[in-house]
Structure formats: C-alpha cells, structure tokens
C-alpha cells in the first residue's frame, strides 16, 4: 500500500499527473479505508492538499493538511506546508504557529527557520527574527539567505552597519543572490555610501 501512496506523489510531480494521481488517491482510500495506519492516511491527506492547492481550493488544503498534521503529529513537513500555505495566504500568526511546530518537531531543518524568521519580519517582531535567525546560523553556518535575513532584521533594529556585514556574508556564500546586492547596495546608499554600493553591484563583482 506505501507504493501506492507514493505513487500518488510522483504522479503529483509529473506534467498532467493531477487527475491520475485523484484517481489513484480514491481507489486506495476505496479499498483500503479500513485497514491503513496513521501514517499512511497522513500521506494520503498530505497529497490531497497538494491536488487542492493546485485547485487553488485554500479551505480544503488546510482542512487535508490539518489531518496530516493529527495523523502524524510529529512529521516537520506537514507543519512546514501548511505553514507557507497560511504564509502566501498573508495570515501571518498561524504561520508561525506552523513554523514553530515545525522547529519542534524537526529543530535540524533550516527551512523552518528560515520560513519563521522571515515570518517574524513580516509581522514587524525583528527583535524576535534576529533571535531565531542567530540560531539558524549555527545550524546551517554556510547559507547565504540566513545572513540575508539576518541583515534585514539588523537595519530594522537600526544597526546599519552590522546589517551590511551580514549583507556582505550572504553575497559571499551566494554570489548569484541579486537580492542581496540590492539590500546591501540599499543599505550604502541610505549611509551616505553611494560609492559602495556600486562597488557591489554584481555586475562589478563579475568582472573582477
């Protein structure tokens, strides 16, 4: 039976799969209804929602993410999709309440704090951000969109200067990072540095 979930997965995937994968779905819950652990019926709802969401169908996503989550409780990737549902969606307080469920239940996985920092700016608690973000750093010390963040928490906290350092720490890590050379050429430029933010324009930095 994990086959045939996980075939639904796959099928998810593929360039015109959505209805196979519905179909494939509706005959495992068809015959084996009764008999499946709670595990695989949170796979089963895991990949409902994502034929929802591709319906653009938000009250059915949360509903079949939601059931992921009581079926298997302690699965990161169920907190952290329907936190990023709630996320796109602009309802920012039960996100974080995802992404922290989600640092619970799987503390490594730096994609939770990425997503709960960047939550954290956007309801304006960049006191909290940079907290969560510092964190974040010591797990997973060579990505560039911690720091990223990192420096955007800093400059909101009025600790330009500091907010740069981390700037120049993401493009180092990820010289392809555009947004980094925006905020950090923004960041110049709002000191009086004009002159230094030119100096970092990718396109500087590629012919040197």
């Given amino acids: 039976m994990d086959s045939q979930i996980e075939l639904a997965g796959i099928l998810l995937k593929e360039e015109g799969g959505l209805k196979r994968a519905e179909r494939e779905l509706n005959t495992i819950r068809n015959a084996f209804k009764d008999r499946m652990s709670k595990k695989q019926l949170a796979r ?3 990949y409902s929602a994502r034929i929802f969401m591709s319906r653009n169908e938000p009250y059915k996503v949360v509903k079949e993410l939601t059931a992921a989550i009581e079926n298997e ?5 169920y907190n952290l999709e329907l936190g990023e549902f709630y996320q796109k969606k602009h309802e920012y307080e039960k996100a974080q309440e995802q992404f922290t469920q989600c640092i619970e239940n799987n ?6 704090h990425l997503d709960l920092g960047e939550n954290l700016l956007t309801l304006n608690r960049s006191d909290q951000a940079l907290f969560k973000l510092e964190a974040a750093a010591k797990i997973e010390p060579k990505n560039a ?4 963040l990192t420096g955007l928490a800093l400059e909101r906290l009025f600790q330009p200067q500091k907010a740069l350092e981390m700037y120049e720490k993401a493009i180092a890590l990820d010289s392809n990072g555009v947004h980094f050379y925006t905020s950090a050429a923004m ?13 970092i324009h990718p396109e500087s930095q590629t012919h040197r």
């Fill in 44 to 46: 089963m709802h895991y």
């Fill in 145 to 148: 969109q911690v720091y990223y």
């Fill in 73 to 77: 409780p302690d699965n990161y990737v």
């Fill in 187 to 199: 960041s110049y430029l709002r000191q009086g540095q004009p002159d230094e933010g030119g100096r």
């Fill in 107 to 112: 503390s490594r996985e730096i994609r939770c």
